[in-house]
C-alpha cells in the first residue's frame, strides 16, 4: 500500500509540472485577470446590521484578513467584538470557522473551529462576549445549540465522521461528566441540531436522504427526555418550528411531493393530528420555512423563480385570556421526566425530523409520500385554498374542535387544561376565518433570481431581512415590513466598472433525449450576434435537491466583458423545480442529469451562441461526475473542462460501507446491493 501510495504522489507530481509547463504562457494573462477580480471584490464592504433585541450585529471585512470580524452595537452606538477569527490560538495559520451561536441574553458566544490539522475535525469554543480570554472548549463537536444561558447541546461524530450523539454540556462542569441525550444508531441518519425561533425547544433532527425523525428538547428543561413528533416512515420528511403551543411543519406527508405547510397541537404531534395551513400549489415548491410572533415566512420556487410569501398567524395576545402560561403549556405538554439512560433511535431511516407516535397504515392517503417538510399543525388555523392569486386566497370554511358540551361535574387540571386548550383553538380559527390572516406573495424587482435569507434572529420583529441579485446584478439588501407590506432597500452593493444594464440574464430551455425540457440561465452581453463565434462556460450541478447558485459572482465580469456567455445548466437531480425534478436525477434516475446536461449543450450549439470546440464545462463535488461523464461523451466538442474536487470514483466509493458518508448517501446514489444500481453505477 505504501509503495501504491508513493507511486501516486509521484505521478501527481509529474501531471502538475505538466501542466505548468503548458500553462506558462498564460501566465501575464492569468495576473491580470487576477487584479482585476480583486479590484472589483470589494475587500471592505459596506456594513449592514441586524437587530437582534438591545443589539445589532455584522460582520466587518478588511483588507488585512479573509476572515470578517463579528461584532455588535447596542442602542447607544457602542461597539463591541463578538469574534475575531484573526486573534484565535488554533496552533495553525488556517483558520475555519463552523457555527457561531449566541446565547438567548446575548451575554455568551459559542462556536465551532476547525482544529487546524486538515482531519476537518471541529471543537467547541465557549466563551463571555467582550471576554475572549477566558474560554472554555469541548473537543470533537459538530454542531451546536443554546439551552438557555447556561448549557449547550451539541453532536458529536462516530468513527466514520456521521454525527450521531447529542450531548449537554452544562456551563461550568467538565466534559466527561456531560449527559447522552439521544443517540442514533441505523447509520444511514445523521443528526442535526437547530433551535426553534421563538427558542423555546431544540429540534434534534435525525435525517437520511428521504426520511426524518424529530425529537423536541426543551431548552428551559434540557435535562428532560426529548419528546418525538412523528417517528420515522420511509419517505416522510418533515421539519418543524414552534408557535404558542403549536407546531408548525414543513413536509411532504400524504402525497405533498413539493411539501406542504402544515399545524398540530405540541401534545398531539404525531402523523394523524397534522392538519393542512398551506396545500402543496401546482409548479410552487416550498423550500423552507421561518416563524415568527406573528408571521410564517416560506421561502418558495414558482417555477424558474424565487419568490417569498408570508403567511399571518395568531398572536398570544389575541388569546391570552384563554392560554395557560407558555412555561405550564410546555409542562404539561412535555414528558419532562428525566431519563437517567441514553435514548436510543431505532427504526427506519428518515430525511430529516419524525417523532414517534402510533400513525394509521392508511395515514398517507391514495398516494405514500414523497420526500418533503412537515409544518407544525394548529387546530386553530384554517388551510388556505388552492388559488393562483397568492396575494388574495381564500380559506376553507372548516369546523373547529368537537362542540360537546362541557361537563357540570368537577373535572381535573388537565381536563380543565384541554378546555382551554380547545377554546383557544375555536378562537383564533374565528381570527383565521375572519380575514385577519391570509399568505401574501411579496412582490420582487423584476431582475431577481436569487433570493438569500437573512439572519432574522429576533422572534418578535415585524422586518425580516432579504438580500437579492442575480449574475449580472450584485446584491441588494431589503427589509421587508410584515406589517404593512413595504420592501424597504437598505444598501447595494458594487462592482467597479460594472453596469447591469449591459449585460442580458434570461432563462432558456432544452429538449432532453425524453422530451423533458431542462431550464437553463443564460447570461451574456446586450446585442451578442449568435454567430456561433463566442466561448462559452457551462456551470452544473444537479444532486441532492440543491439548486445551482444564480446569484452575483464578479470574477465572472471579466469572462462576461470579453464576449463569453455564461450558462448554468440546472438539470434534473437538482432542486429548481421541486422534488419531482431532484428524484428524476437521483440513483437509477441519474443518467437524466447527464443527458440534460448534453441537451444544455447541444441547445447551445443549435441556437448559434457558440460552436464545437468553444465550450468549456464546470462542476464542482457531485457536479464534476456530470462534467467528467460528458468529457467523455463528447470530447470533441469541449475544450476544457474545471472540476473541483469531483464525484468521479463512483463505483469504489458506492461499493465500500466502511468508507465514511457511503451508507448515507445510499438515498441518492442508490445502494449497489441492488442490481439495478450496480448496472447504473
Known amino acids: 500500500m505504501e509503495t501504491s501510495h508513493e507511486a501516486l504522489l509521484q505521478h501527481l507530481g509529474v501531471e502538475q509540472h505538466y ?134 447541546v451539541y453532536s458529536q461524530p462516530d468513527a466514520l465522521g456521521r454525527p450521531y450523539k447529542v450531548m449537554l454540556h452544562r456551563l461550568g462542569q467538565r466534559q466527561a461528566a456531560d449527559q447522552c441525550v439521544l443517540q442514533e444508531d441505523n447509520p444511514e441518519c445523521f443528526l442535526e441540531l437547530a433551535t426553534t425561533s421563538d427558542g423555546a425547544y431544540i429540534t434534534i433532527n435525525s435525517n437520511a436522504k428521504t426520511a426524518s425523525e424529530v425529537h423536541l428538547l426543551s431548552t428551559s428543561n434540557p435535562s428532560s427526555a426529548p419528546q418525538l413528533v412523528q417517528r420515522r416512515m420511509p419517505g416522510l420528511e418533515y421539519f418543524v418550528s414552534h408557535h404558542e403551543g403549536h407546531l408548525i411543519i414543513l413536509t411532504n406527508a400524504r402525497g405533498a411531493v413539493n411539501y406542504q405547510l402544515m399545524t398540530t397541537p405540541l401534545h398531539e404531534p404525531s402523523l394523524p393530528n397534522w392538519r393542512t395551513l398551506v396545500p402543496e400549489r401546482e409548479r410552487i415548491a416550498l423550500r423552507d420555512m421561518e416563524v415568527f410572533a406573528r408571521h410564517a415566512v416560506l421561502y418558495e420556487n414558482h417555477g424558474m423563480q424565487p419568490a417569498v410569501s408570508v403567511l399571518s398567524l395568531p398572536c398570544q395576545a389575541e388569546t391570552a385570556s384563554l392560554m395557560p402560561p407558555p412555561h405550564k403549556q410546555a409542562a404539561s405538554m412535555l414528558h419532562a421526566s428525566p431519563q437517567a439512560c441514553v435514548n436510543n433511535v431505532n427504526g427506519s431511516c428518515a430525511h430529516k425530523q419524525v417523532m414517534h407516535g402510533e400513525v394509521q397504515s392508511d395515514a398517507w392517503g391514495e398516494h405514500p409520500p414523497q420526500p418533503g417538510v412537515v409544518a407544525q399543525q394548529r387546530a386553530d388555523l384554517q388551510p388556505l385554498e388552492q388559488s393562483h392569486n397568492y396575494s388574495k386566497p381564500g380559506l376553507h370554511q372548516r369546523g373547529g374542535l368537537d362542540n360537546t358540551q362541557q361537563s357540570t361535574q368537577p373535572c381535573s387540571q388537565q381536563e380543565r387544561q384541554q378546555q382551554q386548550q380547545q377554546r383557544s383553538s375555536q378562537d383564533t380559527q374565528q381570527l383565521m376565518q375572519s380575514g385577519r390572516a391570509h399568505l401574501q406573495t411579496i412582490p420582487m424587482p423584476p431582475w431577481v433570481i436569487s433570493i438569500e435569507a437573512g439572519a432574522n434572529l429576533d422572534y418578535h420583529s415585524s422586518t425580516i431581512r432579504l438580500k437579492m441579485a442575480s449574475p449580472v446584478r450584485p446584491q441588494h439588501v431589503f427589509d421587508y415590513h410584515l406589517d404593512t407590506g413595504q420592501l424597504q432597500e437598505l444598501a447595494v452593493e458594487h462592482a467597479e466598472g460594472h453596469d447591469p444594464e449591459d449585460y442580458v440574464c434570461h432563462v432558456q430551455y432544452a429538449s432532453s433525449h425524453d422530451g423533458t425540457q431542462v431550464p437553463m440561465t443564460v447570461v451574456h452581453k446586450s446585442g451578442l450576434k449568435l454567430d456561433g463565434s463566442h466561448p462559452t462556460l457551462v456551470s452544473v450541478y444537479g444532486a441532492y435537491g440543491e439548486c445551482l447558485d444564480t446569484g452575483f459572482e464578479a470574477e465572472r465580469l471579466s469572462l462576461l466583458e470579453r464576449g463569453w456567455v455564461l450558462a448554468l445548466a440546472h438539470v434534473r437531480g437538482g432542486g429548481e423545480l421541486g422534488r419531482r425534478w431532484h428524484a428524476a436525477g437521483r440513483s437509477t434516475c441519474k443518467m437524466n442529469s447527464v443527458l440534460d446536461l448534453e441537451a444544455c449543450l447541444d441547445h447551445l450549439l443549435h441556437k448559434g451562441y457558440t460552436r464545437r470546440g468553444r465550450v468549456a464545462l464546470q462542476g464542482t463535488s457531485a457536479g464534476g461526475l456530470l462534467v467528467a461523464t460528458l468529457l467523455n461523451r463528447r470530447p470533441q466538442d469541449l475544450l476544457a473542462a474545471i472540476l473541483r474536487v469531483p464525484f468521479v470514483d463512483m463505483f469504489t466509493c458506492m461499493t465500500r460501507p466502511e468508507l465514511p458518508l457511503t451508507v448515507h448517501e445510499y438515498g441518492e446514489w442508490g445502494n449497489p446491493a441492488d442490481p439495478k444500481v450496480l448496472q447504473q453505477v
Open 19 to 152: 501542466a505548468e509547463e503548458h500553462l506558462k504562457s498564460l501566465q501575464p494573462t492569468a495576473a491580470l485577470l487576477r487584479r482585476q477580480i480583486q479590484c472589483r471584490v470589494q475587500a471592505e464592504e459596506a456594513a449592514t446590521p441586524e437587530k437582534w433585541g438591545a443589539f445589532s450585529y455584522h460582520a466587518e471585512h478588511s483588507n488585512a484578513s479573509t476572515l470578517p470580524t463579528y461584532v455588535r452595537t447596542d442602542v447607544h452606538g457602542h461597539r463591541q467584538v463578538v469574534l475575531d477569527p484573526k486573534n484565535m490560538q488554533t496552533g495553525s495559520e488556517l483558520v475555519s470557522i463552523g457555527q457561531i451561536k449566541i446565547c438567548r441574553d446575548q451575554s455568551m458566544v459559542a462556536y465551532t473551529v476547525d482544529i487546524g490539522d486538515g482531519s476537518e475535525v471541529y471543537n467547541a469554543v465557549i466563551s463571555i462576549i467582550g471576554q475572549p480570554g477566558k474560554a472554555h472548549q469541548l473537543s470533537d463537536v459538530v454542531s451546536i445549540e443554546w439551552a438557555g444561558n447556561d448549557a449547550l
